[in-house]
């Protein structure tokens, strides 16, 4: 199956942006969906976005809409977070997934990264 790594996070201002990445290796990368997660102190894990491995479409969370873009270079087998106007609140573990199912359903996601840590300073 494939293997996820992630990277790019940080410590940044608030206001500011940050990229993570996600790199997988092992099967074919291309055949599989991927998802943003992230997971606050105290708080349950909480979905970002996913992309669509076959249309390449998006789908974020309600409150994630507008300041995070996520996309992928299939090629590089390699998923971005582009993250911007970040917010003290953003700060958590960040981690990438992955799912043969629907991207969209952000329970089908059953292959994590390790994570990476994201702090907004104030």
């Known amino acids: 199956q494939v293997q996820l790594v992630e990277s790019g996070g940080g410590l940044v201002q608030a206001g500011g942006s940050l990229r993570l990445s996600c790199a997988a290796s092992g099967r074919i990368f291309s055949n599989y969906s991927m998802g943003w997660f992230r997971q606050a102190p105290g708080k349950e894990r909480e979905f970002v976005g996913g992309i669509s491995w076959l249309t390449g479409n998006t789908y974020y969370a309600d409150s994630m809409k507008g300041r995070f873009t996520v996309s992928r270079d299939n090629a590089k087998n390699t998923v971005y977070l582009q993250m911007n106007s970040l917010k003290p609140e953003d700060t958590a573990v960040y981690y990438c997934?992955?799912?043969?199912?629907?991207?969209?359903?952000?329970?089908?996601?059953?292959?994590w990264g390790q994570g990476t840590q994201v702090t907004v300073s104030s």
């Open positions: 997934a992955a799912t043969r199912r629907y991207y969209r359903d952000y329970k089908s996601y059953d292959i």
